[in-house]
Nanobody, 123 residues
Framework: QAQLVESGGGLVQAGDSLRLSCAASGRTFSSYAMGWFRQPPGNEREFVAGIFWNGGGTSYADSVKGRFTISRDNAKNTVSLQMNSLKPEDTAVYYC????????????????WGQGTQVTVSS
């Protein structure tokens, strides 16, 4: 089973960009659909973006469409989230997660999780 480690979070100003990365260990990474989720303070975990196992399809939450881009490199066992035009409401702990099967928005159906990385956007 793959293990996941996120990086790239930080404190930025509104309008700035950040790139989150998720590195996977293990030989089964390419078999997982991967998702990025976030959990704002005091709120439930929510779907941000997902990508199918072969990179052939992506899905985004309406709140990030046009601003965030998910990508993966199965040769390097990584999945990334490019976040542009950040807003204060994007402040959250961001998690990458993996599941077998298609990308879905329900975080409870994902089998493997990273530890999370904090993104804070100041106004």
């Amino acid at each position: 089973q793959a293990q996941l480690v996120e990086s790239g979070g930080g404190l930025v100003q509104a309008g700035d960009s950040l790139r989150l990365s998720c590195a996977a260990s293990g030989r089964t990474f390419s078999s997982y659909a991967m998702g990025w989720f976030r959990q704002p303070p005091g709120n439930e975990r929510e779907f941000v973006a997902g990508i199918f196992w072969n990179g052939g399809g992506t899905s985004y939450a309406d709140s990030v469409k046009g601003r965030f881009t998910i990508s993966r490199d199965n040769a390097k066992n990584t999945v990334s989230l490019q976040m542009n035009s950040l807003k204060p409401e994007d402040t959250a702990v961001y998690y990458c997660a993996g599941r077998h099967g298609p990308v879905v928005g329900n975080w409870r159906t994902y089998d493997i999780w990273g530890q999370g990385t904090q993104v804070t956007v100041s106004s």
